[in-house]
């Protein structure tokens, strides 16, 4: 497919035939400035109308995407460079007011070459208005989803085309902030062949996926039948949720006995263990099972739990996407929530995430905060990278942020250790409401060769130090860590089917409980749950 000229050719690849219903026609520009260059604005305006049939650079309206209602607003390239004048940011923002007011969703697919010249700083400024227009829509935890098409540059993307929930991009658009021929032209040096491509974007952290156009309609709709429905049984109010949950720490201090009890008993589950395991347990062989490549991962626990799942990629800061950090948004046990998961590559290893994979994963839990979904994370790594590289990225810093911003966020929260916690780079993702823990998982404050290591010098005691780091699933469970051990009758790489389902089994009764209890009551139960590990008992 070609480059696409008119917005209803852009709008047509998302929106159901014969849906969309348009809206403020009757805003056009006026000429505000009087300007003319070797043509007066005024004819350049009428000509565009003409060659077009608009009367400005977008559409905007109401349709549905595979039955979803949205808002839309698409870009029409034929008309002056589809560039955005005062008329056009006027009708842009009112289709994001429209879309918090009705409580919809808000589809873009934009084309532009920046802010129109001929209405000068006027034109510029509504950079700032449509920001603004769609941090109130994300705020108000309404999905916004960005789809670039080709080309789209200067303010456009560098402003409401930079802000979506999830960013798609059609294959090889132009995207960048100036168009390659004004940076050759100002600076006298021509940018490298493709910096401004979809795919370069992609690589950088910057797009969640480059969609082919025949594809893009299904991939906003999987989208939307995660979000849209929570977005709009959403209150107003739920705009405060974040600053609400930072209280609640403080009332956890005076927490009911009720809400610090331990949750649901490990007997209550499927395939669960039962809460007192037999003393003869190996941790050391637990731990060899645990790092067998043969083992479930990330991958095979969401095959078995998930549906309409889209995953994201990049941490937005420029950097290579770390692949190791599974980012999505899905029904899990066929509820709308966020996934996490540190996942197993393709030789079967756990992976070592490094900053870029905690920036990722905090990305995930500022988006279940906004859209008001549960969190869902999935532990299975033997710690984090380990390298200069991650050093100077400020890996204690990503690690710390995770920590911070799990223990406090707003929405229920269940995190799965199916492999080897390994130290601060497993407990990055562990902070949460309940903790369901495989059998032959653990977490250790450090691998056993490891404290070997510091402890005699050799690696020869690394069997006898696995039993003493209380990281086991069963030490776990018995002191409060883990809410439920899920049992291995044979460890899970030997029967992969009945492992996941039992860990589905665990996943939905635990998120079930979750979504049913009052947030206040949550909030405080989780702040108190972590806060009492390993307090000494109160005289």
């Not at 520009?29 to 650079?57: K, N």
């Amino acid at each position: 497919m070609g480059r696409l000229s008119s917005a209803t050719e852009r709008a047509a690849l998302v929106v159901d035939a014969g849906s969309l219903s348009e809206w403020d026609r009757e805003v056009v520009s006026d000429d505000p400035l009087r300007f003319a260059d070797v043509r007066p604005y005024a004819e350049r305006l009428a000509d565009a109308q003409a060659a077009t049939g608009r009367g400005e650079s977008v559409l905007s309206g109401r349709a549905t995407v595979s039955g979803h209602p949205a808002v839309v607003v698409a870009g029409e390239f034929g008309f002056l460079g589809g560039s955005i004048g005062v008329a056009t940011g006027e009708r842009i923002a009112r289709a994001f007011e429209r879309a918090v007011e009705q409580r919809l969703p808000l589809v873009a697919l934009p084309a532009s070459g920046g802010s129109r010249m001929q209405e000068g700083t006027l034109a510029l400024v509504q950079m700032a208005k449509l920001a603004s227009a769609a941090a109130r829509l994300r705020a108000a935890g309404l999905p916004y989803v960005v789809c670039l098409t080709d080309p789209t540059t200067g303010g456009v993307l560098a402003s409401w085309g930079s802000l979506g929930t999830v960013t798609f991009a059609l294959p090889g658009a132009l995207l960048g902030f100036a168009g390659p021929r004004v940076v050759e032209l100002l600076t006298g040096t021509p940018l490298p062949e493709g910096v401004q491509r979809a795919e370069t974007l992609l690589a950088h952290g910057h797009l969640d996926a480059v969609v082919e156009p025949g594809e893009l309609r299904a991939r906003v709709a999987t989208f939307l039948a995660v979000t849209a429905a929570s977005a709009r049984a959403a209150p107003a109010s739920a705009q405060a949720a974040p600053a609400s949950a930072q209280a609640a720490p403080a009332s956890a201090q005076a927490a009911p006995a009720s809400a610090q009890a331990a949750p649901h008993s490990a007997s209550s589950v499927p395939g669960a263990a039962q809460a007192a395991p037999p003393p003869a347990r190996d941790a050391r062989a637990a731990l060899l099972h645990a790092r067998d490549t043969r083992r479930p991962g990330a991958d095979a626990v969401l095959a078995a739990t998930a549906s309409d799942l889209t995953e994201l990629r990049g941490d937005r800061t420029g950097r290579a996407d770390d692949p190791g950090c599974l980012v999505a948004l899905a029904r899990i046990c066929g509820r709308p929530a966020v996934v996490v998961a540190q996942r197993r590559g393709p030789d079967g290893r756990p992976p070592a995430l490094g900053p870029a994979g905690y920036r990722k994963a905090r990305r995930a839990m500022a988006l279940a905060a906004e859209l008001r979904l549960p969190l869902v994370t999935i532990v299975d790594t033997p710690g984090a990278e380990l390298n200069e590289a991650a050093e100077r990225g400020g890996l204690a810093a990503e690690i710390a942020g995770c920590l911070a911003e799990l223990g406090e966020l707003p929405v229920p929260t269940v995190a799965l250790l199916i492999g080897e916690g390994g130290s601060g780079g497993a407990l990055a993702f562990l902070h949460a409401d309940r903790v369901i823990c495989a059998e032959n998982a653990s977490l250790g404050v450090i691998a056993p060769e490891g404290a070997s290591a510091i402890l005699y010098r050799d690696l020869d005691h690394a069997p006898e130090l696995a039993a003493t780091q209380g990281g086991a699933s069963w030490q776990l469970l018995e002191e409060g860590i883990a809410d439920l051990v899920v049992a291995e009758p044979r460890p899970a790489h030997e029967q992969p089917d009945s492992f996941v389902t039992s860990i589905a089994d665990a996943l939905t009764t635990e998120l079930t409980a979750l979504l049913a209890e009052p947030p206040d009551q949550r909030l405080a139960a989780r702040a108190a749950r972590w806060r009492r590990l390993g307090a000494p008992p109160k005289r």
